[in-house]
């Protein structure tokens, strides 16, 4: 059984372009959640995916949208970037029934310069 | 709005002790509440789960209690370990219904040998 993936584990960007970032779930698993982590902070809901379809959002700007694939995985991308949008960002995955028990991924560090 | 407090400075424990970590919130009152560990550059790996109507729940070396009325929770770590030193994030779910999850800021633990 594999673990959640997360690429790229790095990324450099500048303010004002777009980024997307990647989930693997972990394997069975059909909810997907992600979350911002700044540094010494607990990490902030963004939004979660079930179904392929957005299922909770937290308190972040529609510039920061995503996507659920059939096969589970997930994209997180944000538009016009700013730096504060500079952080580690998480995903998570669960299973629906059991979304209480979630397994992060490593992170993304993105640094906007 | 939402409020989740963790014990705000970093603790420092003898190897052997009992550590004892705190989660305060305000303006809600969250059907689940659980506990996470978080080590440097990794994502948080989930610890253990307690409903509203358990008074306490232990698993291992950790017990965690919630007080719906204090409107808290503390973690226990019996016995610890310098293998126990992490950052302890509690988290709450706003939605009850498993989508929307709202973290503390954590607390750093340092079990001294």
């Known amino acids: 059984e594999t673990g959640v993936t997360q690429s790229p584990t790095h990324l450099i960007k500048t303010r004002g372009q777009q980024v997307t970032l990647r989930c693997s779930s972990q394997s069975g698993h059909n909810t997907v959640s992600w979350y911002q982590q700044a540094l010494g902070q607990g990490p902030q809901f963004i939004f979660q995916y079930y179904r392929e379809e957005e299922n909770g959002r937290g308190n972040f700007p529609p510039r920061f949208s995503g996507l659920q694939f059939p096969n589970y995985s997930s994209e997180l991308n944000v538009n016009a970037l700013e730096l504060d949008d500079s952080a580690l960002y998480l995903c998570?995955?669960?299973?629906?029934?059991?979304?209480?028990?979630?397994?992060f991924g490593p992170g993304t560090r993105l640094t906007v310069l | 709005s939402q409020k989740i407090e963790q014990n705000s400075e970093a603790l420092n424990i003898q190897e052997g002790k009992t550590a004892t970590l705190t989660c305060n919130y305000t303006n809600y009152s969250p059907a689940y509440l659980q506990w996470y560990r978080q080590d440097p550059g990794r994502g948080p790996v989930f610890l253990l789960l307690i409903r509203e109507n358990e008074k306490e729940k232990r698993k291992e070396r950790l017990k965690v209690t919630f007080d719906t009325t204090l409107k808290q929770s503390l973690f226990h770590i019996t016995a610890s370990q310098p293998a126990d030193s992490a950052t302890y994030l509690c988290a709450l779910d706003l939605s009850n219904t498993g989508n929307q999850f709202y973290f503390g800021t954590g607390t750093s633990l340092t079990v001294i040998p």
């Open positions: 998570a995955s669960s299973l629906v029934g059991l979304v209480y028990e979630q397994f």
